[in-house]
């Protein structure tokens, strides 16, 4: 993909500012730290449109960020910090509702795991939720080149078993320190936006 522009719309904490237009749109969820706005960065070849390490007291917000003026890449709030408080997880589950089930715009959502460590019970859920809209399920680790080669299949096999994903579900690794994935995550993307 040639990105000729890539741009942030606007931060949504509210259904009423989400841009009306309707391209089209493909999320991406996944635990704070995850590597969720590297990989972003990543995909479109800049390196700060989405803001990396994100901190336990940051506002959370719905990010849209248009894409050579054809469609957008939406963030999605991350979760999983132990020290926010019910409320904060309360207003996260409303604001990833509201945007997950109204969403006509939405295509798809990926999410994304450490490719490390074993889901969490969190990334677990959050997978069902998006299996449950009826996405297509699919799972990006990230942080690949953080362990050795030999170690990838044995890694790559829990994430599937933890997160009960059939034969048929696409699991891609990918790591923004070698790029290793980036071309594949595109493809998918294309596939995704053709349908
Ligand atoms: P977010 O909270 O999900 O948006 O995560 P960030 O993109 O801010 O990444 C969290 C931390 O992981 C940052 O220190 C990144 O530099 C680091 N990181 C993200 N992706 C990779 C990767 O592929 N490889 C390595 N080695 N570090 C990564």
């Known amino acids: 993909m040639k990105i000729k522009s890539a741009e942030i719309v606007i931060s949504a904490v509210k259904m009423e500012q989400y841009p009306e237009d309707e391209k089209p749109?493909?999320?991406?969820?996944?635990?704070?730290?995850?590597?969720k706005s590297?990989?972003?960065?990543?995909l479109v070849n800049r390196k700060k449109l989405a803001r990396t390490s994100s901190s336990p007291g940051k506002t959370q917000t719905i990010n849209f960020y248009d894409i050579n003026d054809q469609f957008r890449i939406v963030d999605l709030p991350g979760y999983g910090y132990a020290k926010v408080s019910k409320s904060s997880k309360e207003a996260w589950g409303k604001m990833m509702d509201m945007y997950?089930?109204?969403?006509?715009n939405l295509l798809d959502v990926i999410q994304l795991v450490?490719?490390?460590?074993?889901?969490?019970?969190?990334?677990?859920?959050?997978?069902s939720?998006?299996?449950?809209?009826g996405f297509n399920g699919i799972v990006i680790a990230t942080k690949l080149d953080k362990i050795n080669r030999g170690q990838r299949e044995k890694h790559l096999n829990i994430i599937r078993k933890e997160l009960q994903m059939?034969?048929?579900?696409?699991?891609?690794?990918?790591?923004?320190?070698?790029r290793e994935g980036k071309e594949e995550i595109w493809e998918l993307v294309n596939e995704i936006f053709k349908v």
């Open 114 to 127: 450490d490719i490390r460590h074993a889901p969490t019970q969190q990334d677990r859920h959050m997978y």
């Open 100 to 104: 997950l089930n109204n969403r006509k």
């Open 129 to 133: 939720w998006i299996k449950h809209f």
């Open 166 to 178: 059939t034969s048929e579900d696409i699991l891609l690794p990918v790591s923004v320190e070698t």
């Open 38 to 42: 590297s990989l972003i960065n990543l």
């Open 25 to 35: 749109e493909i999320a991406f969820a996944g635990r704070s730290n995850v590597g």
